[in-house]
């Protein structure tokens, strides 16, 4: 009878954690830091991008010294700055948030100083440069949305109940996404 009775209890606790919801917050922890992955890399093909921009504006333009030492140091800063997929908590996201923005902000800065230029502008290298970093920057924000909606899912799995049972016991917590920068609400000043 002893026996029987550990024999059920065996089998209805490996049940129970077959249905405790344990494989799907693995799985969905993967998917988040796969999705992580996707967002460092179009960061990092951003950062690849930028000496290139650099020396074709510097060869043009040689007195924009500080507006090019401005994107090389902050483009420094930002690839400097690491998250570690199992730590995306939401400050380890706004700080990597931070270092990209102050990048983007010098890239913009160095863009509008081109402006004075013509003869950069009509160069074939930097509008292709241009392009190319037009185009990173859509795929950064498409791998942010994507990011966000797969921890968007995996925070709703951990947080519900009974999976928020299994998850603190596991060690699952909720993870960081990205937000909006400040600012970001309002359009920007066009004037001709």
């Known amino acids: 009878m ?10 209805f606790t490996a049940l129970s954690f077959s249905s405790c919801g344990y494989n799907t917050m693995v799985s ?3 998917n988040v830091k796969g999705k992580w992955a996707q967002v460092e890399n ?21 007195h924009e010294e500080n507006t090019l030492t401005a994107v090389v140091e902050a483009r420094a800063k930002a690839t400097s700055v690491t998250v570690d ?29 081109v402006e004075a230029y013509p003869d950069l502008k009509a160069n074939s290298n930097f ?3 241009q392009a190319q970093l037009e185009g990173t920057e859509n795929r950064i924000s498409v791998e942010r949305r994507a990011y966000n909606e797969a921890v968007q899912d995996y925070n709703t799995t951990v947080r519900s109940f009974p999976n928020n049972i299994m998850a603190g016991v596991f060690g699952f917590k909720a993870k960081g996404t990205f937000a909006a920068t400040e600012g970001a609400d309002k359009a920007p000043t066009v004037s001709f």
């Not at 179009?42 to 040689?62: C, E, F, H, M, W």
């Not at 996201?93 to 100083?113: C, E, F, H, K, W």
Request: hydrophobic share 40%; proline share 3%.
């Open 28 to 30: 969905k922890d993967e």
């Open 42 to 62: 179009a960061y990092q093909r951003r950062a690849d991008l930028i000496p290139n921009l650099v020396s074709t504006v510097k060869g043009a333009a040689q």
């Open 2 to 11: 002893k026996r029987l009775l550990v024999v059920l209890a065996g089998l």
């Open 127 to 129: 509008q292709e440069l």
């Open 85 to 113: 997929p199992s730590n995306l908590s939401e400050e380890a996201i706004a700080n990597y948030q931070q270092t990209q923005d102050a990048l983007s902000q010098s890239i913009g800065r160095l863009l509008v100083s």
